[in-house]
């Protein structure tokens, strides 16, 4: 990355509340703790319009709380700005891989890398799973999983 560049990622889950406000919110704490938050620009967004204007889902702040990871975040939906104003955008399942697929096609000039955050688990485990219906053990597999993925795509060069 040349220096003074600034490079951006929008972490993408279906509705913003769960996954992806926890993933932006990792990044944040990484990219602060590696002193390069000059040097990104970060947010979340969700595939879907079920929770626009919402807070992250409770049990996912407790989960960063204990972690020590402040969440700060307002559920919005993916714009086609989006596509052409983010260098990355990487999302937590399949269904929201192709959601972000088909989008980008009505979108001009798309140039957001579109992938899945799992792409770069070490552990290979490349969904990652709604913990919305699920107890405080699955949002606590998120969080390994988001950070696991999270300090991975930081290391790689951008």
Not at 115 to 124: A, F, M, S, V, W
Request: a negative charge; hydrophobic letters at 30%.
């Amino acid at each position: 990355m040349a220096s003074g560049e600034v490079k951006s990622v929008l972490f993408v889950c279906l509705g913003n509340i769960c996954r992806s406000p926890i993933a932006e919110a990792i990044f944040k704490k990484l990219v602060t703790d590696g002193n390069v938050q000059n040097k990104w620009r970060i947010d979340s967004a969700a595939t879907s319009t079920y929770e626009i204007g919402n807070p992250p889902d409770y049990r996912g702040q407790n989960c960063l709380r204990k972690h020590g990871i402040t969440m700060n975040h307002i559920a919005r939906q993916v714009t086609q700005d989006d596509f052409v104003t983010f260098d990355y955008m990487l999302c937590m399942d399949e269904s929201n891989l192709r959601d972000l697929q088909r989008k980008s096609k009505q979108v001009k000039n798309c140039t957001a890398k579109i992938e899945l955050l799992g792409t770069y688990d070490p552990q290979n485990q490349r969904i990652i799973e709604d913990p919305y219906y699920g107890n405080d053990e699955d949002f606590e597999t998120v969080y390994e999983q988001c950070l696991r993925c999270c300090k991975a795509f930081l290391e790689k060069p951008h």
